[in-house]
């Protein structure tokens, strides 16, 4: 059984920085893309940013380039997004998933993920 579990939100101010986490079990990891989404009330869930099972390739939202990072650490099996420069926009519940045995991250809508976490919330005050 697959499970996902995000940690790390917080409040924070704006401009500063949070790192969070996402751990994962039950799947082969290292051949996993692995995916951040983010959303608000009464808006769909939209991705942040999402990385290859090897690392090597990563996707941004364009609101989020240049200010977050996405990276793994496959003995781990935990990818992370470090949010820099942060703004109250950046509020929402953010939620890591995954897509069902898929190593390259080619698509970008959440109905293409599988398996996902149960969320943690972001508050950036301004």
């Known amino acids: 059984q697959v499970q996902v579990v995000e940690s790390g939100g917080g409040l924070v101010q704006a401009g500063g920085s949070l790192r969070l986490s996402c751990a994962a079990s039950g799947l082969t990891f290292s051949r996993s893309c692995m995916g951040w989404f983010r959303q608000v009330p009464g808006k769909e869930r939209d991705i942040v940013a999402a990385?290859?099972?090897?690392?090597?390739?990563?996707f941004y939202a364009d609101s989020v380039k240049g200010r977050f990072t996405i990276s793994r650490d496959n003995a781990k099996n935990t990818v992370y997004l470090q949010m820099n420069s942060l703004k109250p926009e950046d509020t929402a519940v953010y939620y890591c998933?995954?897509?069902?045995?898929?190593?390259?991250?080619?698509?970008?809508?959440?109905?293409?993920?599988?398996?996902w976490g149960q969320g943690t919330q972001v508050t950036v005050s301004s």
């Open positions: 998933a995954a897509p069902a045995r898929k190593y390259y991250c080619d698509d970008y809508s959440p109905n293409d993920y599988d398996y």
């Open positions: 990385i290859s099972g090897g690392g090597g390739i990563t």
